[in-house]
């Protein structure tokens, strides 16, 4: 399985989409989790102080985009790696070399948690940097999280955002390709789960019980445990932070697990 | 044990029988054509020989073994497919971990397929002959004793198709196992031992490429062509005489060309042209197929 990963992680760190990516969900943390408090912290009708961006809110401002738009671009990651493989026709060029498809796959899954390790990463190290700037620039304390709560930050972080990925996946691995499958997730991530919330879980009881089941709900109350603002979009802290790392993990095994289902079982055209 | 072995395989999608009942053998050492009318199904059983496609009924083994298990075979499958924003050495690099080959066999292969000087360059910008080089470099990564090539000579010039040629007969000299499907039966007469004739999902035929063309014919162009066929055929049998426009073949000996001239001038045919006509497999081909 090494080998695999070994080279799906050279496909995914040479590809410049990824790169993209990466610049695009640091940009939109950056932006709207920052700078756009801090410009506007003066403004008649702002409603996140400076104060929300120093240090000591370091966890819930990095992880606080996972539930939708940072979830966006993991699932846009996620499909990338395994939709390109039906888009170019690689899989029976990779296949024709002798690996099995699930150690393809499994070295696939691998090199995409590697990825999303390394996006969390960032944006926490971009986090860092940020609010240690603003609080110098604002004369404030340097308090920041202890160790313990960084590393359940990066953890729930990368549980979010894989689960996001293995979405991609499978939806990749089920459409057999790219375009209708990151429409299809996006449709889920931006508009419908926003549409359950907003629209129908307050007029019909069992949509806001069953919203307490759905992967975007879970991620949004499992950052809001971790201190993430709850002005954020997707976060809200509808379940307890225990139930919602288990929903959130489910989710990520049995996307993964259907997603290799999918890709053993069916021809490859 | 043959190096690839199919009995009674099967592919049905559906209501479409794509393959039906194919029982192929391919021997040691050989090279192998197959061939077929577009939509005859060789890519769908090239692709069930590598375990990228699952039969509906029936067996193959490959090397002795099921499909799927590909240590010793390379494969270019209907055409060559890389990434595009890696460049073709770096192509190889990566399919060289999945297959567990060591990278010089990067090199090597590169320098198999004359690539060697623009492997450092991006896959997209490769023409569509040396994306066709690149894909038999893949198949060639693991040093196979069977190679399954769909098409090898797609997209390359007369220059390229001779190389491909020469490097395919190396790698029969060598005591390789090569299947080649081609639509090319120039190409496939020129270098194939034994082919196999695939049609509407069916192997109508399996034989080498001599006994498929069968005898060299004489060809005789003559006036009025309508009496000398009537001739020919009171004299040699009227499944031996084939009229073809001006002229007729006759399936008799060389030798008795002077014989057949004769008879036919002396019934007051004219005879303009004698000579020998050997059947080319395109020839047989369209025959066995229907087509034309």
Known sequence: MWASTHAELTKLVRRPANWLLLAVALALSLTFTYLVPYAGADGPTADRGVASTFPNHLVGNSIGGWPVFAGAIALILGVLAAGGEYGWGTWKTVLAQGPSR?????????????????????????????????????????????????????????????????????????????????????????????LLTSVAAPLLDWVAEAQKGLPGPNAGSLVAALGSSPQTPGVAELVGSGQAAAVVAAYLVVFGVLGGLLLRRRDIL | MFPVETHELTKRYGEHLAVDRVSLTVKSGEIYGFLG????????????????????????????????????????????????????????????????????????????????????????????????????????????????????????????????????????????????????????????????????????TESTVADLRGG??????????????????????????????AGMDLDIPHDRAAWINAELVDAGIAVSELGIRERELEDVFLEMTHVG
């Not at chain 2, 190679?147 to 390229?160: F, H, S």
């Not at chain 2, 005789?220 to 049998?237: K, Q, S, Y």
Request: charged share 15%; with cysteine; aromatic share 4%.
């Open chain 2, 216 to 245: 060299a014919r004489l060809r005789v162009v003559a006036d009025p062509i309508d009496a000398a066929a009537a001739r020919a055929r009171a004299l040699l049998g009227g499944d031996r005489v084939r009229v073809d426009g």
């Open chain 1, 102 to 194: 699930l150690s393809v796959y499994t070295g696939k899954l691998a090199a995409i948690g590697l990825a999303v390790l390394v996006m969390v990463l960032t944006l926490f190290a971009a986090g860092a940097v940020t609010s240690t700037a603003i609080a110098t620039a604002e004369g404030a304390a340097m308090n920041w999280p202890s160790v313990g709560d960084l590393a359940g930050g990066v953890g729930a972080g990368w549980l979010i955002a894989m689960m996001w990925a293995m979405l991609g996946v499978v939806l990749a691995v089920g459409l057999r390709g790219v375009a209708m499958p990151i429409g299809l997730g996006l449709v889920w991530l931006m508009a419908v789960q926003n």
């Open chain 2, 37 to 204: 009318p577009n939509g005859a199904g060789k890519t769908t059983t090239l692709r069930m020989l590598l375990g990228l496609v699952r039969p509906t009924s029936g067996r193959v083994r490959m090397l002795g073994q099921a499909p799927g298990q590909l240590a010793q075979i390379g494969a270019l499958i209907e055409g060559p497919a890389f990434y595009p924003y890696l460049s073709g050495r770096e192509n190889l690099r990566v399919l060289a971990r999945y297959a567990g080959v060591p990278a010089r066999r990067v090199e090597i292969a590169l320098e198999l397929v004359d690539l060697a000087g623009r492997g450092k360059d991006r896959y997209s910008t490769y023409s569509l002959g040396m994306k066709q080089r690149l894909g038999v470099a893949a198949a060639l990564l693991k040093d196979p004793r069977l190679l399954i090539l769909d098409e090898p000579t797609n997209g390359l010039d007369p220059a390229g198709m001779a190389d491909m040629r020469a490097l395919i007969r190396r790698l029969g000299a060598a005591g390789s196992t090569v299947v080649i499907s081609s639509h090319l039966l120039g190409e496939v007469q020129q270098i194939c031992d034994r082919v196999g004739v695939i049609s509407q999902g069916r192997l109508i």
